[in-house]
């Protein structure tokens, strides 16, 4: 399990970075920011990776049992294959309770936090991490700035182009040099043009305005704090008061995965059956088809529910129930046909 799990963080951490490198490449991002949003998005990841872990753990590791006959030693030493379940069961539900804890309570806060972090990074927007002859896109595309020349030592910028986006209107700024003054505390920067114009541009086209000006300072403190609205982020509590498809989803998700663990694991003994000639990984590919089936479904119905397509009942209880009665069919053939390899 700590060998799987391990090999399933590093993947997962590989991708998250690839993603957020971009962003500090361009600038957007610090160094140190994109390593909390990795282990915040990791952390998130938690929820998944450890019944994957626990599910594959079980079929590699029994599986390995049967290609060494250690099952036929335990079978002529009278242990029977209920041990076996109870040993996984209990196992599966330390897992269990830990994805519970994962899920309903530690998921939403970091989400909350990623979402806090990447605000408060691009509310706090530095021209030193700014390339020459490069757009960036702040506050989800609010904000646009450019500049033709970047000193990134003096924090200065020459031929610079602001937009910043309202809902009625917008506000454009030419300035030929703009240079940064930064806050000790972090909470105060600002941004000092030279030399520039301001348009003011309205949806309706009436009431824009140009100005013609030799300095101004555009403030790049970030707004009053506002409450993260998004559903991964509302605590469960929250989500059960709530009658809005998409909380519905989530709630559903929430608590299903507990019980994907305790399936997922169960299920692995009977796939893990081998015979010796087929080597220990000869039903992983199995296993991993079965799961990507049930995680796909899952996510296919978790969306559908959230955008109103199908009823949130059963919901993702029809996807888990159809595994329990995969795990049920496999279980009776898995006992009904046991019969002890033998060397011969």
Sequence with gaps: MIVVCLVLVSIFAGYCATRYLADATAGLLSAKTVFSLILLKVVIALEVLLPTTIYLSVVVGL??????????????????????????????????????????????????TAYQLKSFAESHFQIKRMEPAAF??????????????????????????????????????????????????????????????????????????TVGFKQYTLSLSPPEATPITKIKASSTSNLMHSDKS???AELQWRFSTPLTAVILALLGI????????????????LAVVIYSIFYTLSLVTKTWIGERV??????????????????????????????LPRRG
């Excluded at 015979?275 to 000869?282: D, L, N, T």
């Excluded at 209880?317 to 009776?332: C, D, N, S, V």
Aim: one cysteine or more.
């Design 136 to 209: 960036y896109e702040l506050e989800s595309g609010k904000r646009v700035i450019f500049a033709q020349q970047v000193n990134q030592q003096r924090q200065r910028a020459q031929q610079v182009f602001i937009r910043t986006r309202s809902k009625d209107k917008q506000q454009i700024i030419t300035a030929r040099e703009v240079s940064q003054q930064n806050d000790p505390f972090g909470d105060n920067d600002t941004l000092v043009f030279r030399d520039g114009t301001i348009f003011e541009l309205s949806s309706s086209g009436q009431g824009d305005t």
């Design 63 to 112: 599986g390995r049992l049967y290609t060494d006959l250690e099952m036929t030693a335990l079978e002529s030493c009278g242990v029977k294959r209920s041990r076996i379940y109870r040993n996984v069961l209990l196992i599966a539900t330390m897992v269990s309770l830990l994805v519970a804890s994962l899920s309903l309570f530690i998921r939403p806060w970091a989400y909350r």
């Design 310 to 339: 199908i009823s949130p009942w059963p919901g993702i209880w029809g996807i888990e129930g159809a595994m329990a009665l995969l795990l049920l069919i496999t279980t009776i053939s898995f006992f009904q046909k046991w019969h």
């Design 270 to 285: 009977p796939l893990s059956q081998t015979s010796p000639r087929r080597g220990k990984y000869a039903k992983v590919v």
């Design 246 to 248: 998409l909380a519905i």
